[in-house]
């Protein structure tokens, strides 16, 4: 045997068992990290809301909890408001009269990039056990009118979170569900069954299902936008609309035009120069759901 | 964080790789003795990282992903990182002399330097698309190249001053580094960048 | 040299991080607490070890031309079993060492190791030494993890220990990158001063 040739086989031998090793310890590893990772968001849930089970609106954004006798006790959402040193993330817990039932701030090990030792103090019971049973105008500084007390020398964080807090509050109480009208996604339809609560419905004309209406999301440029969408039996799009979006006006909230909402609906999608981000996750979100809904057509 | 220019600002001062990641460090300690090791040096990785950042993010997004093998991700970096640095030597050698003889010392040295290898894993795991993958490389080699040379200026300054001989050599030059890097710490919170 | 100087010197007189000079990123990066410094050695232990007696096994089969791509694939091998497993059942500690588990790969110990001891030497000794110098290593990490968690934090494993006044205003510039950088310079200080009193 030649030493090229030699050198040839050991590097194809080595480099096949590597990569089969890693094969095998892949697939043995990836779900339970899969399972791991619904546990850790499970607990984060559990930390502010009292409940049984939690019901996904909006991925990993909105939330209904679910109490005994499937109830809904309110509404866990998160946000992401812009403190000192990056973004916070903040898991709020709502009951049904719109008092905070808790808060629960990342710490450091999770993306947290306050100053340490400073607006990281955020994160301990001290700080957060104020917003409990709080409602959202009461949810500001003490020099700002409100009942929060800031911690010494992080003004900034203590502001962002309360600020984070009483923003999710105004924007996700109404939640029953988003509140829209699904004749104007689907206009052909009279009625409605909802199938995956407050994500998924059949749209019925006369008892005879002409196609289904769902909620799409996508991350845009400044938070996650959420789209309704209906789709005929032949997986057409007959209607498209914006339910919530909270980009830059003027730019990225141009994905609420009539001619950007029109071209979806047609099949032909653009972007809209300028608002690249934004217009390209509400294509992609709408793309995404439709082929994953898509089976419920049949 | 998506806007490119904040990704620049992000990954060359107020992250940056080697006094506030703590990557490179090596190569830092290593070869900042003189400016002009250093200056050599960092243009070496400020060339590498971005070829590598192009490279890397083709085999993932083009090989790995689609055919689901993302666990060979480690291996196949690092023998592309290998094998780059082999080619861009034997390039330069061969077509740009001048250039080879400024960087030509320099590029073996690159292949264990965990700051080419971190950037290429940074710009998957921040989900970076081709633009943002090369404004990231680009910063963060710059980053690399302005603390190397500053570096080094001081290091050169530091063997003239009468030091305690324990604190001779690397010591110092660790005090040196952390003096340096509580001046970056002073880039936090900049434009709301972490 | 016997098996015991082969197991113990990398623990103090060939310690890789104080001595050889050597790993210094996840040495400094990852040692802001004794937990995250002590997770991050056995990590590199585990690479070390298992990487050391699979080349020592294969050393007298590999063509020497190719034997550093080779030892490339063995380690990235055992640094992503290490990164699955530690996002399996650590995921707490893998998202403060994030990108430094993959790095594994390059800390210059393993390769070091492997091309200067496990290529020339049998399976036990490469085993011994790859154990030594990860517990060296580990230890060193939670040295300097020690002495930052207690003065940036007032705590030692997440327990108070240095009352509740010193807790709320510590000397926060320890757990930053410079206090990293000062505690290591001071241990090399007295490492050259007490142990390596030649130079």
Partial sequence: MTSTKKMIITLVVVAVVCATVLALFYSFTVPLIAKTRVDLALAGLKEVA????????????????????????????????????????????????????????????EGLKETPGLGVKITEADFRGQFIGK??????????????????????????????????????????????????????????????????WYALKAGDTLGIVFLASGEGYLDRIVVAVGLDRNKKIVGVDILMSQETAGIGELIREKDFLAKIRDGKPET??????????????????????????? | MKNPGLIFLGAFLVNNIILMRFIGLCPFFGVSTTVETATGMGLAVI???????????????????????????????????????????????????????????????????????????????????????????????????????????????????????????????????????????????????? | MNRWQIFTRGIISENPVLVIMIGLCPALATSGTVRDGFGMGLAATFVLFFSNVIISMIRKLVPAEIRIPVYILIISTFVTIVDYAMQAFQPDLYRVLGVFVPLIVVNCIILGRAEAFASKNSVLNAALDGLGMGIGFTL?????????????????????????????????????????FLVIAVLKAMINKYVRKEI
């Avoid at chain 1, 409940?51 to 954004?61: K, N, Q, V, Y």
């Avoid at chain 1, 911690?151 to 203590?158: G, M, P, Y």
């Avoid at chain 2, 077509?95 to 330097?113: D, H």
């Avoid at chain 3, 934090?153 to 807790?167: A, C, D, H, R």
Wanted: with cysteine; glycine share 10%; hydrophobic share 50%.
């Fill in chain 1, 50 to 109: 009292e409940a049984d089970s939690f019901l996904e609106i909006i991925s990993d954004t909105l939330w209904n909890a679910i109490g005994p006798d499937e109830n809904v006790v309110g509404i866990v959402f998160r946000v992401w408001p812009q403190g000192y040193g990056g973004l916070i993330p903040i898991t709020v817990g709502l009951d049904n009269d719109r008092k905070i039932t808790g808060i629960r701030i990342a710490g450091a090990s």
């Fill in chain 1, 135 to 200: 409602s959202a105008d009461e949810v500001r500084l003490k020099k700002d009118g409100g009942l929060i007390d800031a911690i010494t020398a992080a003004t900034i964080s203590s502001k962002a979170v309360c600020d984070g807090v009483r923003n999710g509050i105004e924007k996700y109480a109404q939640y029953g569900g988003p509140e829209f009208d699904k004749r104007n996604i689907f206009p052909d339809a009279d009625d409605f069954i909802a199938i995956i609560k407050d994500s998924l």
């Fill in chain 1, 272 to 298: 809209i120069s300028g608002a690249t981000v934004s217009s390209e996750a509400v294509i992609t979100a709408v793309k995404e759901a439709a082929k994953s809904y898509g089976e419920y057509l049949k």
């Fill in chain 2, 47 to 194: 060339f590498v990282m971005t070829l590598a950042a192009w490279i890397t993010f083709g085999i993932y997004h083009a090989v790995l992903l689609p055919l689901g093998l993302v666990f060979l991700r480690t291996a196949a970096f690092i023998l592309t990182i290998a094998s780059l640095v082999q080619f861009v030597e034997m390039f330069l050698k061969k077509s740009y002399r001048g250039l080879y003889n400024a960087l030509g010392i320099y590029l073996p040295l690159i292949t264990t330097n965990c700051a080419i290898l971190a950037v290429t894993f940074l710009n998957i795991d921040n989900r970076y698309n081709f633009v943002n993958s090369t404004v990231f490389a680009l910063g963060t080699g710059l980053g690399f190249t302005l603390v190397i040379i500053t570096f080094a200026a001081l290091r050169e300054r530091l063997d003239q001053a009468p030091i305690n001989p324990s604190l001779k050599g690397y010591p110092i030059a660790f005090v040196a580094a952390s003096l340096v890097s509580l001046a970056f710490l002073g880039f936090s919170g900049l434009f709301g960048l972490s």
């Fill in chain 3, 140 to 180: 060193t990490l939670v040295v300097i993890g020690t002495i930052r968690e207690i003065l940036g934090n007032g705590t030692f494993l997440g327990y108070s220990v240095l009352g509740s006044s010193f807790k709320q205003y510590p000397v926060t510039f320890m757990i930053l990158p410079p206090g990293a």
